[in-house]
């Protein structure tokens, strides 16, 4: 669904911690986003990004994305976790399989660093490219893709401790996750998925402050992950204005469910 505010009463307030000033949007449509991550072909959780700290969830990714488009999902993310460790796709097979039993759209990331990789993708049916590390090692990549691809390019912002991670989470690199944004900008790209990596599967609270920095910095939609585990959450990143919210392991434990939080934001 295309980012967009439409007739919202809009007001300015201070976050709880009262440094960041947001933009409250009353009247906003977001996306509330399954997220799907894939390791040896299996539907996992891992606890802020560490491979040591694997769940299983279900050996059967198909079942799992049919169910969650069953439930009303607008769209899902997939992750390949083996790819992004590695560098290169590794569940090529179960994401196809995955693109061609579901009709609705599919975003997806992990060790797509090569653009031939990414027109292969979007021939197989996803609709977006999640581009991480490449966007931090190749950024004429990234502006190859976008120049070819347009809005099919989406950049991930993997912040750990105010700086930006790449290769899985596994490596810092220093980078400011403002001014890295505002450089993949200059290169096209339209829309990014931020995700606090210290938040992500641990069932605490998105880093709301820093969601509504970025967003007033840069102006451009953006996706919320990390950290998502109640409708509250959900509610408050709808006020802030965010297109889309990624929610992994909440779903899977049953802490949020997906029908009463698309009803939630609708």
């Known amino acids: 669904m295309p980012w967009r505010i439409s007739g919202g009463k809009r007001s300015g307030r201070r976050d709880p911690g009262g440094s960041i000033p947001i933009l409250i949007c009353e009247e906003i449509t977001i996306e509330v986003i399954p997220a799907i991550d894939l390791r040896r072909g299996k539907c996992v959780r891992l606890y802020q990004g560490d491979y040591e700290t694997e769940t299983i969830f279900s050996d059967d990714p198909v079942e799992v994305a049919l169910e969650w488009q069953s439930l009303g999902a607008p769209r899902l993310h997939l992750v390949d976790l ?43 049916g996803i609709e977006r490219i999640i581009l991480g590390t490449a966007a931090v090692k190749d950024p004429k990549l990234v502006e190859e893709a976008c120049r070819r691809f347009s809005e099919s390019i989406i950049v991930g912002v993997d912040a750990w401790e105010g700086h930006i991670a790449i290769q899985g989470w596994r490596q810092e690199t220093g980078l400011n996750p403002i001014e890295f944004t505002q450089s993949m900008i200059r290169l096209g790209v339209k829309r990014f998925i931020y995700t606090d990596i210290s938040r992500d599967g641990t069932l605490t609270e998105p880093n709301f402050s820093a969601i509504a920095e970025l967003m007033s910095a840069i102006k451009l939609p953006i996706i919320a992950a990390g950290g998502i585990s109640s409708l509250t959450h959900l509610k408050i990143l709808k006020q802030l204005g965010v297109e889309a919210a990624i929610v992994g392991k909440a779903l899977y434990t049953g802490d949020i469910n997906l029908k009463q939080a698309l009803a939630a934001v609708s």
């Open 82 to 124: 083996d790819g992004a460790a590695t560098g290169e796709p590794c569940n090529l097979d179960i994401i196809k399989e995955i693109a061609g039993a579901v009709l609705i759209p599919i975003q997806l990331g992990g060790g797509i660093r090569q653009l031939e990789i990414v027109e292969q993708l979007l021939k197989a």
